[in-house]
């Protein structure tokens, strides 16, 4: 008797336990098709002339730094020369 009754207590718990995660389950697919459905619209314009120009100023930039760095080259490849070592190769 008292194993009947512990097999019938096990199987209502159950059912109650996977009974509740399908409702969670429910709930939380209901809270993301609200989100979903909701339209979210942006009034604001965003003016990005001064970023154009502060990346073309570091367009600027980047192109005197690699001629600056073309011409330390050269002259490091003139110092190794004149040094005549060929380990500085």
């Known amino acids: 008797m008292i194993e009947k009754l512990q097999k019938v ?10 009974g509740g995660g ?8 209901q809270r993301l098709d609200a989100i979903e459905k909701k ?8 003016d990005l002339t001064e970023v154009y120009k ?6 600027a930039d980047i192109k005197i730094n690699g001629a600056a760095l073309d011409y330390l080259e050269a ?12 380990l500085l190769n």
């Open 54 to 59: 502060s990346i073309e100023a570091l367009k």
């Open 75 to 86: 002259k490091l490849n003139e110092l190794k020369v004149s040094q005549g070592n060929p």
């Open 9 to 18: 207590g096990l199987l209502i718990t159950l059912v109650c336990t996977i």
């Open 22 to 29: 399908f409702y969670t389950w429910g709930t939380f697919n």
């Open 39 to 46: 339209k979210f619209t942006v009034n604001k314009t965003v």
